[in-house]
């Protein structure tokens, strides 16, 4: 297996990739897009670890910075939902021409809000033949969950920014943008192809309720898998080890790997 860094273009800006090749090419693809504030490795190297099982078991396994985060070009005060399908139908773009990847055979996963935007994207792009998402929101309630899951002080809106306690600072186009959006209805448009949601039973942030209205506005082929007593990015190793195992499992049954 090989694991190569790469930068993708878009709008001007970098965008920092890293691709995981296995040993026999061409391959199935999947492409990881990660959550609000995360970046290409997520919590406790997360997507790192699912990547690399991923390649191990035959498919080339892509994470990626949306710009503003991690190591890509941009400010994250620029970034809105628009800018990251963006992103990421610039990485799909760039990847349809890479020789190790079977073009009929692109899936995406996306956690938390990197799954509203895998959603958003497969939607209108059919490059994508599968999605799965990972403790995917179903619909934006920006304000009260930046208040309740980050700590930000809503007051700031009227200066056109929010700042985090962490440190990073969100823009007012970000909240106007979100407004565009309708995660529900691009959910059901993803059908014939299948949809794969994975959610924790204690999540915190985006609570199960939004798993179970995904599925249900979802059409066939579907499946969802609630992982007991698991929080919001499945911080125990038996949580991430489940939710990687269930998502290589049903990529593997649907790519006919």
């Keep these: 297996m090989e694991e190569i860094h790469v930068f993708v273009k878009n709008m001007g800006e970098r965008i920092s990739t890293v691709i995981h090749i296995p ?13 609000f504030t995360g970046n290409k490795i997520e919590a406790h190297r997360l997507f790192i670890r699912a990547a690399r099982k991923m390649s191990k078991e035959g498919f080339v396994a892509v994470r990626f910075d949306f710009r503003g985060s991690g190591e890509s070009d941009g400010e994250f005060e620029e970034m809105t939902i628009s800018s990251e399908v963006s992103d990421l139908n610039a990485v799909l773009n760039f ?3 890479r ?10 996963v996306g956690l938390s809000l990197g799954g509203v935007v895998s959603i958003l994207t497969a939607a209108q792009n059919p490059i994508v033949k599968a999605v799965c998402t990972w403790s995917s929101p179903a619909y934006l309630r920006l304000l009260s969950s930046l208040r309740d899951s980050f700590g930000a002080d809503l007051s700031q809106i009227e200066k056109g920014y929010v700042d985090l306690p962490s440190g990073y600072r969100i823009g007012r186009m970000f909240f106007e943008d979100a407004l565009k959006h309708d995660v529900i209805d691009s959910c059901a448009r993803i059908s ?7 959610h924790g039973s204690q999540d915190s942030v985006v609570p199960v309720e939004h798993a179970r209205i995904l599925y249900d506005r979802a059409g066939d082929p579907k499946k969802i898998v609630i992982i007991e007593g698991a929080d919001h990015t499945f911080n125990r190793r038996e949580w991430e080890d489940k939710v990687i195992g269930l998502t290589i499992e049903w990529f593997k049954e649907n790519f006919k790997l």
């Design 192 to 198: 014939p192809r299948p949809l794969l949601i994975i």
């Design 99 to 108: 020789v190790e990847i079977v073009r009929e055979k692109m899936g995406l």
């Design 95 to 97: 990847l349809m021409g």
């Design 23 to 35: 040993n026999e090419t061409p391959a199935p693809a999947v492409v990881f897009s990660h959550g």
